[in-house]
Each structure stands twice: as C-alpha cells, then as structure tokens.
Antibody, heavy 118, light 106 residues
Framework: EVQLLESGGGLVQPGGSLRLSCAAS????????MSWVRQAPGKGLEWVSF????????NYAESVRGRFTISRDNSKNTLYLQMNSLRAEDTAVYYC???????????WGQGTLVTVSS | SYELTQPPSVSVSPGQTASITCSGD??????ACWYQQKSGQSPVLVIY???KRPSGIPERFSGSNSGNTATLTISGTQAMDEADYYC?????????FGGGTKLTVL
C-alpha cells in the first residue's frame, strides 16, 4: 500500500523559512516523480513543484519560483520542500503526491499545515 | 499561463445526473483529470486521461474531453457524492488545476 506522510509544517513569521518532508513507502520511490500541491484555507488546489526521478530535473509554479526548492533523497525514500522568504499568501495545507503528468495524482499524503503570520 | 475554468457550484437532485465542466484553450488536445475532495480530506482521483477510472471508483463517474471543454459526469448521483471537484491538466511541463466546483446534492 502506498503511503505518503508529510511533516514539518507549523507557524512561521513572514520572511522566515521552513522545510517540509514527505516520507514515502509501499512503492519504489526512486522510480517515480514526486510533487507538492498546496491548498490555502477555503481555496482550491494549487500545484507548487515537481521533481523527476533524476536529481536536478525540477519545475516550479511561478508563485514560488526562486523561493522554494524541491529535492529528494532516494536512499531515505523522502521528498523535501525547502521554503524561504515565506509570505502570508503561502499559508496553506501542503500535500505531497506521487507521480506527475497525464495520469494525474493517484496517491496523496494527508497534508501538513503551514501558517505564515506575525 | 494556461488556465482552467470551472463553474463555482452545481446542484443536482439525488438519482439525477450531474455534469461539471472544465474549460481551457484546446483542452481537448491534452489529457484531463478529475479529483473529488470532501471536507477536511485529501483529494481523490476519480478520472484520469480524460475518461479512465482508477480502481475502486464507482462506474457512475465518467469523463469526456473535446475541443475546449472537459466534462465530469456523475450518473445516479448519491448524497455521498457531495464534495468539491477539481479538474487538472498537464501543459508544457506545468500542472494546472481548475478553480473547483462545489457539487450540492439537494
């Protein structure tokens, strides 16, 4: 059974940093692209970033490009999202999701809440 | 940037057919997916590659995609289908979500 478990969310001040983690199990992590998707309170889904199986092959939404960095450690079956220069509008539940592309996101984590506020 | 447009809300009576649309430029040339999200829960993929259902998704969920519009159809809608629904497409290495549609089963 595929399991994705996010952690690292919390309260951070504007301009601060936070690193999210997503521990994966139940599949061959190194063989799958991984993504981050977020949802602001009461709002819709917004894609944030994805990373292909090979380190270095990434893409980002314009709203986070230059501030967020996605990475992965295939030896630890873990996906990361380093978030810098955080803004109030980054407040959201952050989900990790398996794969990317035309087949959609079949597997999602339960999400971790990031609140950016002073 | 590519955009997908959904109606904010759709209402349907139990047992009737609900249709939720998703519009985007030449969307029919791309693959569309649909997600169901109930309050406080993670999204669930209900349709992928326009009209395929993942294992465990009831047959009453179906999809189509042509021209500029993708459509999610729920036949024989049940009270448990009340949720937010999001379309999603893959365009030039970018993932795009629609704004979401709240389905109310009256």
């Amino acid at each position: 059974e595929v399991q994705l478990l996010e952690s690292g969310g919390g309260l951070v001040q504007p301009g601060g940093s936070l690193r999210l983690s997503c521990a994966a199990s139940g599949f061959t992590f190194s063989s799958h692209a991984m993504s981050w998707v977020r949802q602001a309170p009461g709002k819709g889904l917004e894609w944030v970033s994805f990373i292909w199986t090979s380190v270095g092959s990434t893409n980002y939404a314009e709203s986070v490009r230059g501030r967020f960095t996605i990475s992965r450690d295939n030896s630890k079956n873990t996906l990361y999202l380093q978030m810098n220069s955080l803004r109030a509008e980054d407040t959201a539940v952050y989900y990790c999701a398996k794969d990317v592309g035309s087949s959609g996101y079949l597997n999602w984590g339960q999400g971790t809440l990031v609140t950016v506020s002073s | 940037s590519y955009e997908l447009t959904q109606p904010p809300s759709v209402s349907v009576s139990p047992g009737q057919t609900a249709s939720i649309t998703c519009s985007g430029d030449k969307l029919g040339d791309k693959y569309a997916c649909w997600y169901q999200q109930k309050s406080g829960q993670s999204p669930v993929l209900v349709i992928y590659q326009d009209n395929k259902r993942p294992s465990g998704i009831p047959e009453r969920f179906s999809g189509s995609n042509s021209g500029n519009t993708a459509t999610l159809t729920i036949s024989g809608t049940q009270a448990m289908d009340e949720a937010d629904y999001y379309c999603q497409a893959w365009d030039s290495s970018i993932v795009v979500f629609g704004g979401g549609t709240k389905l109310t089963v009256l």
